[in-house]
T-cell receptor, first 115, second 113 residues
Framework: AQTVTQSQPEMSVQEAETVTLSCTYD???????LFWYKQPPSRQMILVIR??????QNATENRFSVNFQKAAKSFSLKISDSQLGDAAMYFC????????????FGKGTRLSVIA | NAGVTQTPKFRILKIGQSMTLQCTQD?????MYWYRQDPGMGLKLIYY???????DKGEVPNGYNVSRSTTEDFPLRLELAAPSQTSVYFC????????????FGPGTRLTVT
């Protein structure tokens, strides 16, 4: 079974600075998808960024980018120019590209942004 | 589109009571899911459905039941509620393509005392 590990329970960053959240995963598959979800205090789960395993190019969405290292099974999220609104729980998630398998989530990293 | 809606937002149950958490999506998604989120933890899958009339167990299905009679609705039934079922419950849906994101509802906070 696939597992997702987020080794940083909490992180903090100064406003306007850059922070990187770590995620590693364990799988024997070669084709899959990786996601970062944001959960603000409102509890709503919001997709931040998505990466297809077959793509070598790292995904980017505005201030959010990933460092996808397939061989190392690592999928870190970089937030540039951090804003107060970025404060939230961030969850890394894995999904197989085959079968009816659902998302597998890590335990999350709580990000605080200091003004 | 309203997206994924869940009712109720909050509920307190006594041990042994039963209830149904409602979930509706208006995006014509085939896939629907129920997750629970315990404090300090990620989401764990309870049940999922790949289409009307088809459901399957996730990681933590014990104590729950689901049905999927329509594409839009995916209710989660709790029978004989236990304190261990105190959690936040999320419903989600997605397109058939596995690369697509899951859209989440706002969650239901359930307390069993």
């Amino acid at each position: 079974a696939q597992t997702v590990t987020q080794s940083q329970p909490e992180m903090s960053v100064q406003e306007a600075e850059t922070v990187t959240l770590s995620c590693t995963y364990d799988t024997s598959e070669s084709d899959y998808y990786l996601f970062w979800y944001k959960q603000p205090p409102s509890r709503q789960m919001i997709l931040v960024i998505r990466q297809e395993a077959y793509k070598q190019q790292n995904a980017t969405e505005n201030r959010f980018s990933v460092n996808f290292q397939k061989a190392a099974k690592s999928f870190s999220l970089k937030i540039s120019d951090s804003q107060l609104g970025d404060a939230a729980m961030y969850f890394c998630a894995y999904r197989s590209a085959t079968g009816n398998t659902p998302l597998v989530f890590g335990k999350g990293t709580r990000l605080s942004v200091i003004a | 589109n309203a997206g994924v809606t869940q009712t109720p937002k909050f509920r307190i149950l006594k041990i042994g009571q039963s209830m149904t958490l409602q979930c509706t999506q208006d995006m014509n998604h085939n896939y629907m899911y129920w997750y629970r989120q315990d404090p300090g933890m990620g989401l764990k899958l309870i049940y999922y459905s790949v289409g009307a009339g088809i459901t399957d167990k996730g990681e933590v299905p014990n104590g729950y039941n689901v049905s999927r009679s329509t594409t839009e609705d995916f209710p989660l039934r709790l029978e004989l509620a236990a304190p261990s079922q105190t959690s936040v419950y999320f419903c989600a849906s997605s397109y058939l393509d596995r690369s697509y994101e899951q859209y989440f509802g706002p969650g239901t906070r359930l307390t069993v005392t």
